[in-house]
């Protein structure tokens, strides 16, 4: 079966430094893997999504992600953060096999924090 | 840009009672799903909704639940006798076509306590 991991149940950043947020995945075939954030009280917005091609893909809010098949990583990156990216992200991989399933497995989610 | 709409934000219900979700998708989407969040764990796929037919459940999805889609417009989630371990956040997500590759739009999601 799918799983997704996000190691990081917290991470703290300062205003203006760089992000990595990991996430790495077990799937058996091509995954479709997803970047959402959910900030307090909203509900869940795409940042970003992999499906096939470039392994960089860049997404909305000045955010990125790279595919790793080797690692089975997908780490979302943000070069240079700002106090409005405070927010829980998460990490997900479609479960469509082509059989009719498209439901998403999400991972945990990190709790980022951006202090001044 | 469109929404999807979730109503109520928070709900309270006794254990055993029947509470119904509701959600209005994006006029023009097809696909329709339900998920949930038990506070401090993942988010979780409930069931898939397309062609006015469940198209895929997961095994959380027994049966105490139910969805419908009884206007055209609003796509419901029912919890005929709800339990402690029901309470969660449920959200509601659409899409135009079939998601694997192109996500999904979320609600805001219904915060559901059984009490």
């Known amino acids: 079966a799918q799983s997704v991991t996000q190691p990081d149940i917290h991470i703290t950043v300062s205003e203006g430094a760089s992000l990595e947020l990991r996430c790495n995945y077990s799937y058996g075939a091509t995954p479709y893997l997803f970047w959402y954030v959910q900030s307090p009280g909203q509900g869940l917005q795409l940042l970003l999504k992999y499906f096939s091609g470039d392994t960089l893909v860049q997404g909305i809010k000045g955010f990125e992600a790279e595919f790793k098949r080797s690692q089975s990583s997908f780490n979302l990156r943000k070069p240079s953060v700002h106090w409005s990216d405070a927010a829980e992200y998460f990490c997900?991989?479609?479960?469509?096999?082509?059989?009719?399933?498209?439901?998403?497995?999400f991972g945990k989610g990190t709790h980022l924090i951006i202090q001044p | 840009e469109p929404e999807v709409t979730q109503t109520p934000s928070h709900q309270v219900t006794q254990m055993g009672q029947e509470v119904i979700l509701r959600c209005v998708p994006i006029s023009n989407h097809l696909y329709f799903y339900w998920y949930r969040q038990i506070l401090g764990q993942k988010v979780e796929f409930l069931v898939s909704?397309?062609?006015?037919?469940?198209?895929?459940k997961s095994e959380i999805f027994d049966d105490q639940f139910s969805v419908e889609r009884p206007d055209g417009s609003n796509f419901t989630l029912k919890i005929r006798s709800t339990k402690l371990e029901d309470s969660a956040m449920y959200f509601c997500a659409s899409s135009e076509i079939r998601p694997f590759a192109y996500g999904y739009t979320f609600g805001s999601g219904t915060r559901l306590t059984v009490v």
């Open positions: 909704f397309y062609n006015n037919e469940i198209s895929e």
């Open positions: 997900a991989v479609s479960t469509y096999s082509g059989g009719g399933a498209d439901g998403l497995t």
